[in-house]
Nanobody, 128 residues
C-alpha cells in the first residue's frame, strides 16, 4: 500500500509559478515510479509528467513541456511538480500517482491504468 497526499495548490494569476508536493507513505518510496495527472471539469484525466524511482528518467506532456518540472526527494518521500508560466488552461485538480511496476524500455507510463495508487488531488486555479 502507498498513501499519497498532495499539497500546494491554490489560486494564482496567469504567468505565476506554483509548486505542488506529494508526500508518500506506506512503502519504500524509492521503489515506486511517480506520475502527475490533472483533470478539469468535463474532461478526462490527463497525463502531466513522470519521474522514475531513481529520478534518471522524466518525461512530460507536450502541453507542459518546458514549463513544468518534476523532481523527487526519496529521503523525504516526496515528489514535486514545479509549474512555471502558468496558463488559464492549466486550471485543474492535480493528482499524484504511484506505479509499482519497474520502468520498461519503450513503455511510457502516460496512462492512468499504469498507476496503482492515487492521491486525493489538489486544486490549481489560474486566473487570466
Amino acid at each position: 500500500q502507498v498513501q499519497l497526499v498532495e499539497s500546494g495548490g491554490g489560486l494564482v494569476q496567469a504567468g505565476d509559478s506554483l509548486r505542488l508536493s506529494c508526500a508518500a507513505s506506506g512503502r519504500t518510496f524509492s521503489s515506486v515510479d511517480m506520475g502527475w495527472f490533472r483533470q478539469s471539469p468535463g474532461k478526462e484525466r490527463e497525463f502531466v509528467g513522470y519521474i522514475s524511482r531513481s529520478s534518471r528518467v522524466t518525461y512530460y506532456a507536450n502541453t507542459v513541456q518546458g514549463r513544468f518540472t518534476i523532481s523527487r526527494d526519496n529521503a523525504k518521500n516526496t515528489v514535486y511538480l514545479q509549474m512555471n508560466s502558468l496558463k488559464f488552461e492549466d486550471t485543474a485538480v492535480y493528482y499524484c500517482a504511484a506505479s509499482l511496476a519497474p520502468l520498461t524500455l519503450g513503455i511510457y507510463k502516460t496512462s492512468a491504468e499504469k498507476y496503482d495508487y492515487w492521491g486525493q488531488g489538489t486544486q490549481v486555479t489560474v486566473s487570466s
